[in-house]
């Protein structure tokens, strides 16, 4: 473990995370909106608190390894999640307590998007900016991580996604990959929200509402400047847009950033992943809105655009809201935040257990029945023409494992919050797959739940963006070890 | 496929299945309830049906394969449990529609517990021996089927199963398995039944309850002749014979059978399922009674029996009730029913996903964080003594993502017919674990469930009975090919 190393980068990125509050406190100034001490004073004790870290862990700085590449990546959340919390605690609106204001920071930068203020709308100017900017800035951290580092620590059959794409980079040291890489990610993040941004803007929002949207699209976050969220605008092309940026934000960005180097676009058919997410979606769509439509629920214009947004929105795991989604016939909210577990695709900004993890697992399935039949065949398992190794396969297995009882767990732990089974159940769904909004009692938002309850989604929420391993595995004594 | 064979099979089941009816014909021709045509005219129709099976399927008799075996399982429980519906649907009382009876035998056979019955206390006698018997009859099917075929099948990673156990018989043929095995396992069934009979008759049960009951409770079948269920004794010490009953009865017969042939019992601690199974139950008892007593919920005494009955009774898979189980704190009864999901030991005759597989995940999914840490390390996967292979691995693996699949859809469906979520989540749980009793709507039967979904949870109860796979397998095209 080279802790110093590791303090140091923790220390210049509090100090880069600081300026995600001296934007706010610039626009609090210029409006006057009441926030300006508050955001000051996180500013300078965040920048301050990096400062300090930087400057007293100098010296040599050795390669990092593995385990390093571990405690960075949780720390990164985890430290971000905590100062992020500042200004949401001091400003006198919304003043927030404790973990009131560290759950609104980890569900922004881990762009869960479940929130526990009412009255979004009186917010100040500042405040609204910066929980959307929040969100911007974890849909790039979560890009150049999942792309650049977690292939190497081989997170539950990371190494897979790994050796299908031929990705950016390929060696194993982290320094170069970071640099080299997430230059080249960050611009074609930067592009793409520039893009939405302009689409919101003549489709009618504000200049304000489409950057501070086009923020939480492309990191899939799901935060907005509305209570009433993208419903407030009132608007089917909106909706449109939004789900256009949706599914582009929700697919790798290791294969965008291939059709971009090479400008090929038809490797995004040639991906299996985005395959089989976008047949995913599309299957899920065709359902919803037919039911929607031929129950008649509603008309078949309201039924496609409602059915087709809300799809999309949970599936990829934003959560947005236009609708009042949560009133359909239950089973469509339900069935639809199981998808939310699929997610987006491995190396997008989406949550949950990500499409090619899923896609692997139907495809063992399958193959399992078909040995069934079969016992004495050999019948490899593929993906697209890469023949998986069986290490892999059982990492993304154990994976799942795991997922699934930390998601059963913190239900049961939530209901002993005094949440129901559907809230509990919904809100460790959209907290674990970074989905936003659950169903029941935190339908509309999660200003009910208890202090205690607030903490544990908050690592729900932690533990999903982390991929549930890089958080257990520090946990475990031998990781620690010489 | 050897279709004829299986139709004698088929046919010769179907024979000594019609003589379940015969007794309790004479019951109650013996105390005049007001059943005997129903039993006689099902009796009747079943033996007849059986016989002109038989008797149309004759000739050569070939040796039966893999497929065939699949085949014969899935018919087993299917005609088994429409034929044994008959009563049910022809008496009087209950007087069931077609899909209740169809549920309720179906949920006896299966060693479900679930029913659709209320006022089971003004039940004919006859009709009460009857439910009592189909459990009975359900659980020593249960054992020869795991214990002698399944295994050949290798379904769900059973052929570990067959590794570790040095169990019964080895060699690769169905008829010799069955005729030889079944003997020894039926010996031992009886022998098991007529302790706890006599145990529960002298705790005070009467003669008759006491027979009934220690059907159910071998079976770990859960139905009793009382609306009350267990509660209706209102006896710590029943509760307690009931509890080590249900603790025997939910560890694998193949153990029990090399016990019994080489009389030496340490061999129960020897084995690594036996170990996890009840440490699993232990843990779980002692949380469940240390927080009904430290709550303040029940006294010492209540909760310590209570805590222990239920947590065995869920566990296990039983589904016995005494106390008002599904009034405590909500997260205890939903955390019971999750432990259900990994219900007894291989070749017992509990349900759910069998304590074996969920041991192995979670040594894989323990494995899979030391792999992380140390990369380049070969960890080998071990049950007690014995390397577990691979291809194991991944078949309990594609075993627990399809149970996963196949559970929540019919939790949608059941949504879709009209349960809320917690209804239909505890209904889709306690079928497909062959539990018995749901919460919230369904905690104390499944009377208000539409027809569509008794259907519905009758396939659950099959799909568990017959680990997933043998009625998944049966529907792919590729088993029906030559
Ligand atoms: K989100
Ligand atoms: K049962």
């Excluded at 300090?52 to 430290?79: C, E, H, M, N, Y």
């Excluded at 605690?89 to 920071?105: I, K, M, Q, R, W």
């Excluded at 009133?327 to 491995?346: D, E, N, T, Y």
Aim: with cysteine; hydrophobic share 50%.
């Amino acid at each position: 473990m080279h802790l110093t190393t590791i303090c140091r980068i923790i220390g210049m990125l509090l100090m880069i995370f600081s300026l995600t509050m001296a934007l706010p406190a610039a626009l609090a100034a210029i409006y006057q909106d009441g926030a300006l001490g508050a955001f000051s004073y996180a500013f300078g004790l965040t920048f301050l608190s990096g400062l300090s870290l930087w400057a007293l862990s100098r010296g040599k700085q050795p390669d990092l390894g593995i385990r390093d590449g571990f405690l960075v990546v949780a720390l990164f959340w985890t430290v971000l999640g905590l100062f992020g919390a500042l200004p949401f605690y001091l400003a006198d609106n919304p003043g927030l307590s404790v973990s009131a204001a560290v759950f609104e920071s980890v569900s922004g930068l881990t762009t869960t998007g479940a929130t526990v203020i009412t009255g979004i709308d009186d917010l100040p100017i500042s405040i609204l900016f910066y929980r959307q900017f929040l969100q911007w800035l974890g849909g790039i951290g979560i890009i150049v991580i999942a792309v650049a580092i977690l292939p190497i620590l081989g997170i539950g059959g990371m190494q897979l996604y790994r050796a299908e794409t031929p990705g950016p980079v390929k060696d194993n040291k982290l320094t170069p990959r970071i640099t080299g890489t997430a230059k080249a990610l960050f611009f074609m993040y930067v592009a793409m929200t520039l893009a939405c941004t302009l689409a919101y803007w003549a489709a009618g929002m504000s200049f304000f509402d489409a950057i501070c949207h086009s923020f939480s699209t492309v990191a899939i976050g799901g935060f907005s400047t509305h209570d009433a969220s993208m419903g407030y605008f009132d608007s089917p092309l909106i909706l449109l847009i939004c789900t256009v940026f949706m599914l582009i934000a929700g697919m790798s960005f290791a294969i965008h950033y291939h059709v971009w180097r090479s400008g090929r676009v038809r490797l995004y058919m040639q991906d299996s992943e985005t395959k089989f997410y976008l047949g995913v979606i599309a299957t899920a769509t065709l359902s919803v809105c037919g039911y929607l439509i031929f129950s008649g629920e509603q008309t078949p214009l309201d039924g496609i655009i409602n059915g087709l947004f809300h799809t999309v929105s949970i599936a990829t795991t934003a959560g947005f809201g236009a609708d009042d989604f949560a009133a359909w016939p239950s089973f469509l909210p339900v069935g639809l935040l199981l998808l939310s577990f699929i997610g987006g695709c491995a190396g997008s900004t989406g949550g949950g257990m990500k499409a090619v993890r899923v896609m692997l697992v139907a495809k063992q399935g399958i193959r399992e029945l078909k040995q069934l039949i079969h016992p004495s065949a050999v019948i490899p398992l593929k993906i697209g023409s890469h023949r998986v190794e069986a290490k892999v396969v059982s990492a993304v297995w154990s994976f799942f494992g795991v997922y699934l009882i930390s998601f059963l767990a913190i239900t049961l732990a939530m209901m002993a919050c005094g949440l129901d089974f559907l809230s509990a159940f919904s809100a460790t769904a959209a907290s674990i797959n970074n989905m936003g909004p659950g169903l029941g009692e935190v339908a509309a938002n999660y200003s009910t739940v208890s202090h205690t309850g607030k903490w544990i989604l908050c690592y729900a929420m932690l533990l999903g963006r982390l991929e549930i391993f890089t958080l257990l595995v520090i946990l475990l004594p031998a990781f620690w070890r010489r």
